[in-house]
């Protein structure tokens, strides 16, 4: 999805938030901001992947891969176990847990996304089993 889809459902989202459950600035910010910022794992993948800084290349590149896809990506803040450690940092301070609820829509609009398209298989969703599939499959996985 491209990110100005992600800004406009996750400025709705927080505001929605805010103003139903009477959130904090602050609350509704960290929820709208988390709903976009996760996706920065995208552009560390990009120069992991290209060794390219460039925001805009990383932008093209992704926008083309996702049109045709030929193995699911690993994108680490979209991760079932990235999720879960941003719950347990909740615990420390609760503003996480804001973040949480930010990332977890991003996350459910991602897969209604690629569900829609026939294309749940772009992406790997879980750190462990990417690690496990790349052993075992290291052509198709890496």
Known sequence: MLPRHHIILGAIFSFLLFWLFSLTLLQ????????????????????????DLSL???YLFLKKLDKNP?????????????????ALLGFLWMGFFYILIGMA????????????????YIREFSLIRY????????????
């Open 28 to 51: 509704a910010s960290l929820i709208f901001l988390a709903s976009i910022l996760i996706d920065f794992d995208h552009y560390l993948w990009h120069i992991q992947k290209k060794k």
């Open 56 to 58: 805009r290349n990383a």
């Open 70 to 86: 030929t193995k699911p990506l690993m994108m680490l803040f979209h991760t079932i176990e990235f999720h879960i450690l941003i």
């Open 105 to 120: 829509f991003h996350s459910i609009i991602d897969l209604l996304y690629f569900g829609k398209r026939n294309m749940i």
């Open 131 to 142: 690690l496990i599939l790349k052993k075992k499959y290291p052509k198709k996985y890496f």
